[in-house]
């Protein structure tokens, strides 16, 4: 699959060089631009994957231009290497941008790729699990134009799906019959390969002993179901544009 990306980085850098002949090698076509001052602005405003490659002289304004633009637009950000002499709050900022970040060369090629297809344009894949069929048909509603929604109405059957056909996040109905939301997430849980997969209950209260109930099992967040619509899609659409991934 086509993948529109572009290159921040100096390509005489020897390290840089070799990266984008390995991103080439796995299939990537990218526009590569010289990281000067206003680099961001040669950059669509449409979502896409952004690589920067940093280093040591860079001013650090490329890479709050390209979190302003990652806002504005939803582009997927990748950040490569170091910046040199940062003060405490621009650390800060790096520590808090949502974004996949390889702090060294060389960069782990089938990783990169697998990240980058994990944060891919196209659609995300939800599976949203509810008994209640109507809020099933309502999510779907709300969802099916920005998301790829997948339905399940009863716990039993969230790990063989999972085997069938992988998804980016669960919405999960916290209070189920036969098997509730806290018995579905420990089962994700207990599976290796599913252990990191992102999980948000749905519930109807938001009373201090649901919410604190809810939290207390780690899941990444909660949506109530009484949450008008824009509320909801606006919360799984921040969801996505707020992960942020670091490797070594």
Known sequence: ??????????????????????????????????????AIKEIPDKPLHLIICMEELMEFRIIEDAAAKKQKTGLSLYLIGNIGNLSLEDEKFLKQLPCVRFQSYPVDMPLFMKMMEKNDPDKPRILVVDDEPIFLRSVKSWLGEEFDVSLLNSGEEVMEFLDMRPVDLILLDYKMPKMDGFDVLRRIRDDMEFQKLPVIFLTASNDKDTVMGIMHLEPSGYILKTMPPEDIKKSVRDFFRNQSFMFP
């Open 1 to 38: 699959m086509k993948k529109e990306v572009y290159v921040l980085g100096n390509e005489s850098r020897l390290v840089v060089k070799n990266f984008l002949q390995d991103l080439r090698k796995a299939g990537c076509e990218p526009t590569v631009l010289l990281p000067g001052a206003y």
